[in-house]
């Protein structure tokens, strides 16, 4: 039901924009994720939509943006001056509960993810 899109290899300093669409339905939370080779899966930011409340991890804040567009069931995770340490493959997540967690044990759907590479 949650499809991202978005990623891509890219050079450190360069900006991209991922999104995520779900479909036929409308969440109270959406968020994004990110998990690295041999890593865990890291929190990065959620939206609560009806409250546009967001929170954005502090290793990204700054330069990760997220935002939502109610009308089209879609939240997008602006990313910029991405880094190396910024490489992983991005998760779209989202409950029809609010839950402004940083535990992806919380998040009930999962998109399919979006590779993002940042080389240096």
């Known amino acids: 039901q949650l499809q991202a899109s978005g990623g891509g290899s890219v050079q450190a300093g360069s900006s991209l924009r991922l999104s995520c669409v779900a479909s036929g339905r409308t969440f109270s939370t959406m968020g994004w994720f990110r998990q690295a080779p041999g890593k865990g899966r890291e929190f990065v930011a959620c939206?609560?939509?009806?409250?546009?409340?967001?929170y954005v991890t502090d290793s990204v804040k700054g330069r990760f943006t997220i935002s939502r567009d109610n009308a089209r069931n879609t939240v997008s995770l602006q990313m910029s001056d991405l880094q190396p340490e910024d490489t992983a493959n991005y998760y779209c997540?989202?409950?029809?509960?609010?839950?402004?967690?940083?535990?992806?044990?919380?998040?009930?759907?999962w998109g399919q993810g979006t590779q993002v590479t940042v080389s240096s």
């Open positions: 939206s609560l939509g009806s409250e546009d409340i967001t």
């Open positions: 997540a989202a409950d029809d509960k609010v839950v402004f967690s940083r535990n992806p044990t919380q998040y009930t759907y």
